[in-house]
Structures are given as structure tokens and as C-alpha cells.
């Protein structure tokens, strides 16, 4: 009998917002999109986080931004108008409802460092983890729109200044999460001794950018502190990845450029001391499947119909922090360094494989799925291509963005999940409890 070599399995994330619309612009007014449910109220969450859970994903990634972008035409009136990620409702409030009507599936939250103190952070992320029996992650984002620096009344720093102060921010959460020991409580009702105070850390923190003096008001959750997600990619932001995330999210449109980014992290990983491979690497995937490539081409052109041109360009204008509507549609879109997510810019650059790309093309590019490599076909056709993204692009995963919701997840759990398990290339059960242990032992 001959042993079969062990195939690297997918990890899985359902790439959300908590709002009107998730990234593919336009997929409210998809006449398949949250037919009979409101996504105001809790049921369509938990719907949505049991079909990943059955389909046995690592987690639901919450995606946020703070304000409605305002980088088109100086104004968030587009966004406003077409709907684009506009209206969104605040993240963190979805999760318990999330986690209470699953048991495996974890949540991934997009909590900004820009505008809330560590302290508070720290103790929400504690609290999440505990309500959740250990199935938080958190995705440090810094703030990269204007929008948000208006909307909070405060000047837009730079990106240098908000990496390093972002480092200060999770040094002072993780020396607050830390500072419980193992032992400290105690619990006696006899004696009333609940905790020895010897255990638990006074913080002193007295850094550039935060003071703190007191202790973490949160006993040590199951998970000691949020699984670390990011999802920098400039040089900065792929050097904070390296020092301290466990998962890496990236979208890049080719598999020449995973590679290219698997190897620079590999890098950079051994400058921080850290094993190669020792991050988890999440890669962007749109995907539209059928029964047959006619019905997926059918599906994926009903997609790309529901775009507007003018809410594509508000929404690019929003990620890259450049005004769109300075340019004409049918000028060459230059490769620059833009003031917003400098690492998605790359996908608009390569849309057509490196082929010159107008302001129009780009903008109904990106709105489509934020620039993911998109898989169109039967269940066969995107394993293949999920498997060539794990073993030639150094993929451990994919972030699959949610289109019309939540077909789009049940589809994809209900067709492609079992080729996936087919081939050897899925777990067909949770190896663990905790996000944590789901994530970086499979
Ligand atoms: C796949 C992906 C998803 C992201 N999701 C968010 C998000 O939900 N909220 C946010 O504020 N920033 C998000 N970002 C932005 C980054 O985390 C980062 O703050 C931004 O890219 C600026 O850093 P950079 O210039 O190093 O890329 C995302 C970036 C990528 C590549």
C-alpha cells in the first residue's frame, strides 16, 4: 500500500462587513442578494456564521472602516448614494451573536488602533474571547482614510507615525493581557479570597503615544489575548506583519505575486527571529461556481452588471485615498505610492496581467471583488485553482468575499467544501476549540 504524502490543507475565512454591502460593489441590488433577510437583525448574521461553520471555515473575518469614504469628489455623497459599504454598523457587535450560534467558527474583527485607547481595547477583546470560549481574532487596522480622521475631528497622521504608534498600542495590550498570572485567582469562598493581588500586574506604561497606569480588568481569556491578524502591506506594514501577526491577509492577482509575497515575508519572518512559514498566510479569492462554466459565466456576468460606474470610482477613490474623478476614464493609471492601502493598488496595476490599465477598467476591476483573483466555474475547476494558489503561490488559505449573501457561502460550502475534502485538501472536521488552535495546527 503506498502512503499518500501529506497535502497542505485550505484554511477559509468569509470576508464580510457589517453593513449594507460587503466588497463587491453593488451586490445589494443583486436580485439573489438576502432574499427574505434583513441584515440589520441577527439572523442573517447567524445564519451566515452557521453556513461557515458547516462547511468547517476557520472563521468569519469582519472588515470595517470608521466612516463613509470621502476621497471621491471631496465627499462621501456617492458612497452615500450607491451604497457602497455605506451604511456599515459597528463590528464588535455582531460577534456574540455570532459566536452563540456556533461553536467552532471563530470571528475575526476589524478594531481600529487610531482612535480608542489600549486600555479599553484590550479589555473589549477580553471579553469577546471569554463570551466566546476563545474564538477572537483580532485585525489591527490603523485608520488608512481621511474620512475617519474627519469624522473623529482629528488630522490624518502619516503612515510611518501610525505603524509606530500602532506598535506601542499592541505592546501596551499585550503587556495588559499578560499581566495575569496563570494562578492568581484563587477563588476561596471561605477565607473570600477571590484573587492574589500579587499576581495580577499594576501596568505602569508611560510610552510616546499612551500612558497607563492600573491593571487589565479581565482575567486571562481562553486564548490569553485575540489571535493577531493584519493586513499591511506596505514595506512598513509587511515588517508588523512579520513581527506580530499569526495570520497575513494579502490579495494579490497572480500567483507570480503570492509567491513573490510568501518568499518576502519568509524574509522578513527571519529578521524577527521567527520560524519560516510560522505566519498563516491568507490569500483574497473571489469565487462564482456552477453546476456547469455556462452557469458560473452566467452568474459572474450577473456580478459585474449590478456595478456602477460611479460608485466603482467612489470606492477606489476611497481605498487608495486618491481622488478618481481628477482623472480622465480612459487615461493609463500610473503605479505610484498612493496615501491609502498601498497594497491593494498592486491588483489594479496587474488587472490585465500587467497590460496598461485605464481609471474605467481599473475602477469596475476593483469593484468587483477588491481585486481578488476570481475563480469562475464548476467545483472542480476552482479547487484546481485553489490548490495551484496553495502550491505554487504559497497560499495556506483564502479569503473568500462575500457577493450576494448568503448564497454565495452556501454554494460555496455546499459544492466546492466537499471536492476540496475529496482531494485531501480540507479537514473534514475542527482539530481544536479555540480559533487559535484551529488556525495554526491544521
Ligand atoms: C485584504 C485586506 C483587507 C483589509 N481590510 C481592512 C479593513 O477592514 N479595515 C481597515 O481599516 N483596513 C483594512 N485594510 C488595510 C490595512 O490593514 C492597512 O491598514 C492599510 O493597508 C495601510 O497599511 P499599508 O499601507 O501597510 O498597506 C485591509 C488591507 C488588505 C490588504
Given at each position: ?17 457589517h ?22 437583525l ?54 456574540p ?7 467552532r ?38 485608520s ?6 474627519d ?10 507615525d ?11 495590550c ?43 480588568f ?25 513581527q506580530y ?19 518576502d ?7 524577527f527571529?521567527?520560524p ?9 479569492l ?32 476611497g ?13 493609463y ?15 489594479v ?11 474605467r ?12 483573483p ?47 475534502q ?10 481544536g ?10
Amino acid at each position: 500500500m503506498s502512503i499518500q504524502p501529506h497535502k497542505k490543507h485550505a484554511h477559509l475565512l468569509g470576508f464580510i462587513q457589517h453593513g449594507v454591502n460587503s466588497h463587491a460593489i453593488g451586490m445589494w441590488r443583486h436580485p439573489k442578494d438576502k432574499v427574505n433577510w434583513d441584515w440589520k437583525l441577527p439572523e442573517y448574521w447567524q445564519h451566515m456564521a452557521r453556513t461557515m461553520e458547516r462547511g468547517l471555515f476557520d472563521a468569519m473575518f469582519i472588515a470595517d472602516e470608521l466612516a463613509p469614504y470621502n476621497t471621491y469628489q471631496g465627499s462621501s455623497d456617492a458612497c452615500v448614494k450607491y451604497g457602497v459599504q455605506c451604511p456599515t454598523h459597528e463590528p464588535s457587535t455582531i460577534v456574540p451573536i455570532i459566536t452563540t450560534a456556533t461553536e467552532r467558527l471563530g470571528v475575526g474583527v476589524t478594531l481600529s488602533t487610531a482612535f480608542e485607547h489600549p486600555y479599553s481595547m484590550a479589555r473589549r477583546l477580553s471579553s469577546l474571547d471569554h463570551l466566546s470560549a476563545g474564538r477572537i481574532a483580532w485585525n489591527i487596522v490603523s485608520s488608512y482614510s481621511k474620512s475617519e480622521w474627519d469624522a473623529y475631528g482629528q488630522e490624518m497622521t502619516m503612515r510611518t507615525d501610525r505603524y509606530d504608534r500602532m506598535e506601542e498600542y499592541v505592546d501596551l495590550c499585550c503587556q495588559l493581557w499578560d499581566s495575569w498570572e496563570p494562578d492568581a485567582i484563587v477563588a476561596d469562598q471561605a477565607s473570600g479570597i477571590f484573587a492574589d493581588p500579587d499576581k495580577v500586574k499594576v501596568i505602569d506604561y508611560d510610552g510616546k503615544y499612551f500612558k497607563s497606569k492600573g491593571r487589565h480588568f479581565c482575567a486571562p481569556s481562553p486564548q490569553g489575548r485575540p489571535v493577531f491578524w493584519q493586513a499591511g502591506s506596505s514595506e512598513r506594514g509587511r515588517d508588523f506583519a512579520a513581527q506580530y501577526s499569526e495570520a497575513i491577509f494579502a490579495v494579490h492577482p497572480n500567483v507570480e505575486r503570492m509567491r513573490q509575497y510568501t518568499d518576502d515575508i519568509n524574509v522578513r519572518l527571519a529578521k524577527f527571529g521567527r520560524p519560516e512559514n510560522s505566519v498563516v498566510r491568507i490569500y483574497g479569492l473571489q469565487t462564482v461556481v456552477g453546476l456547469s462554466r455556462g452557469e458560473a459565466e452566467e452568474k459572474y456576468a450577473r456580478i459585474q452588471e449590478g456595478i456602477l460606474p460611479e460608485a466603482a470610482l467612489a470606492w477606489m477613490s476611497g481605498h487608495f485615498g486618491l481622488d478618481f474623478s481628477q482623472y480622465s476614464p480612459d487615461e493609463y493609471v500610473q503605479n505610484i505610492e498612493v496615501p491609502g492601502i498601498q497594497g491593494l493598488f498592486e491588483s489594479v496595476i496587474y488587472a490585465k496581467g500587467g497590460a496598461p490599465v485605464t481609471v474605467r477598467e481599473a475602477a469596475l476591476h476593483y469593484a468587483q471583488g477588491m481585486g481578488m483573483p476570481i475563480a469562475v466555474g464548476t467545483p472542480a475547476d476552482i479547487a484546481d485553482q485553489m490548490e495551484h494558489y496553495m502550491d505554487e503561490g504559497g497560499a495556506d488559505g483564502f479569503m473568500l468575499i462575500a457577493t450576494n449573501t448568503p448564497g454565495c457561502f452556501e454554494e460555496f460550502v455546499d459544492l466546492v467544501v466537499p471536492e476540496l475534502q475529496r482531494r485531501g485538501r480540507y479537514r473534514t472536521s475542527y482539530p481544536g476549540i479555540t480559533l487559535r488552535e484551529n488556525l495554526l495546527n491544521d
